[in-house]
């Protein structure tokens, strides 16, 4: 019953270091989505994947390269780490494709974050 | 302008008030409405859905204007438990999920 998991929980890179953030849900959900969190701040959209072998840009994707590998994993790609990608990341997943109100698709489900740090 | 816009807060009231909390949102093609609770950073998790004739769920009441395209939060009798960040999410018929920045309240004795 693990739900959505992140990996890593922690990390610090150096800027213009490379590194890729997993993310897996067992709930056989069809959207996955990625997000960052700065103090003081909401959840940003960096990313997100209405279904397997779609992905589309959110509010903040500069700097950022996802891959939905299958229907459980969705990744989250930094390839030249800089300062301000340090950040809460929260990977999420929800059954829906679209955006109907239907009972519990559009529930997001998430990870417990990963705690990213660019030096 | 940002797609989902909150009361920025803090609210900061004593046990037993009763605290609102206001959204809105910019894209009309919005298809769902929810409220998330996160507490000192940890994961949002789901307080309640949002529906256009509104919904209770003990204390809290949600409420939904489509015209107008605002929801909002309705909390009563505060209790020091309910301290946390309440985040409304805004979900598109393309699956879009867009959170605002988040409401932070403080509930002391």
């Known amino acids: 019953n693990a739900g959505v998991t992140q990996t890593p929980k922690f990390q610090v890179l150096k800027t213009g270091q490379s590194m890729t953030l997993q993310c897996a849900q067992d709930m056989n959900h069809n959207s996955m989505y990625w997000y960052r969190q700065d103090p003081g701040m909401g959840l940003r959209l960096i990313y997100y994947?209405?279904?397997?072998?779609?992905?589309d840009k959110g509010e903040v994707p500069n700097g950022y390269n996802v891959s939905r590998l299958n229907k459980r994993e969705f990744s989250l790609r930094l390839e030249s780490a800089a300062p301000s990608q340090t950040s809460v990341y929260f990977c999420?997943?929800?059954?829906?494709?679209?955006?109907?109100?239907?009972?519990?698709?559009?529930?997001?489900?998430f990870g417990a974050g990963s705690r990213l740090t660019v030096l | 302008r940002k797609e989902v816009e909150q009361d920025p807060g803090p609210f900061n009231v004593p046990e037993g008030a009763t605290v609102a909390f206001n959204c809105t949102y910019s894209n009309s093609a919005s298809q769902s409405f929810f409220w998330y609770r996160q507490d000192c950073r940890k994961e949002p998790k789901l307080l309640m859905s949002?529906?256009?004739s509104g919904n209770e769920d003990g204390r809290f009441t949600a409420q939904l204007n489509r015209a107008s395209q605002y929801i909002s939060l309705l909390i009563r009798d505060s209790k020091l438990s309910d301290s946390a960040t309440y985040l409304c999410v805004v979900v598109t018929n393309a699956g879009k999920s867009t959170f605002g920045d988040g409401t932070t309240l403080t509930v002391k004795p």
């Open positions: 949002v529906y256009s």
């Open positions: 994947s209405a279904s397997e072998g779609t992905t």
């Open positions: 999420a997943s929800r059954e829906g494709r679209d955006g109907k109100l239907l009972s519990g698709a559009n529930v997001l489900t």
